[in-house]
């Protein structure tokens, strides 16, 4: 069974900081898919970033960034100069190749402080 | 309309109550799932549809039933809930294959309150 396991529940930081946030997960899959959502506070779920397991490089989309570390099976996610909107639950999101579901980790509630 | 709608975007409801839930998606996907979110719990996947048919069904009550009458509209219909089954309901659709797009793309939910 794949897992994904954020051990995060809550971050806070100021504004301007940068911020990672952790996110483990287990497959036996060797083709599989990473992702990052976000979900701000008006609930609508968002794509932040997503990583192929194949690709060395990490992605990376303007302020965010992912560490993917494929052998410790870790996937952070690294935000630069935080901004208040940055503040919502972060899921990370686990999807083997040819397979229709994503396996969502619990999230970490980030709140950015003015 | 862009992306993914659903409707409504809050809903009451008693228990002795029928009522549905409708998604519909703009992008030209061949998925789309029902997801419930509770307070304290990870998201659960309630149900699959690839190609108008269902091909994943988690130990979901009966109570819920679902419908996909095309690849854009999906419906969970809603009958003797119980006070526990109030929730966000997300919807998502994605585009699998072989190109490999296995995001998921979310409407906005509904936000389910069973009195």
């Known amino acids: 069974a794949q897992t994904v396991t954020q051990s995060q529940p809550e971050m806070s930081v100021q504004e301007a900081e940068t911020v990672t946030l952790s996110c483990t997960y287990d497959t036996s899959e060797s083709n599989y898919y990473l992702f990052w959502y976000k979900q701000p506070p008006s609930r609508q779920m968002i794509l932040v970033i997503r990583q192929e397991a194949y690709k060395q490089q990490n992605a990376t989309e303007n302020r965010f960034s992912v560490n993917f570390q494929k052998a410790a099976k870790s996937f952070s996610l690294k935000i630069s100069d935080s901004q208040l909107g940055d503040t919502a639950m972060y899921f990370c999101a686990l999807a083997s190749r040819g397979a229709q579901k994503l396996v969502f980790g619990q999230g970490t509630r980030l709140t950015i402080n003015p | 309309e862009t992306g993914v709608t659903q409707t409504p975007r809050h809903l009451v409801m008693g228990m002795t109550n029928k009522k549905s839930l409708k998604c519909e998606q703009h992008?030209?996907?061949?998925?789309m799932y029902w997801y419930k979110q509770s307070a304290k719990k990870p998201l659960e996947l309630m149900f699959v549809y690839s190609l108008e048919e269902r091909v994943e069904n988690n130990s979901v009550p009966s109570r819920f039933s679902p419908e996909c009458p095309n690849s854009s509209h999906l419906f969970l219909h809603l009958h003797t809930l119980q006070p526990e089954d109030s929730a966000l309901y997300l919807c998502a659709s994605s585009q699998g294959g072989d190109r490999g797009l296995y995001e998921q793309y979310f409407g906005p939910g509904t936000r389910l309150t069973v009195t």
């Open positions: 992008l030209g996907h061949n998925a």
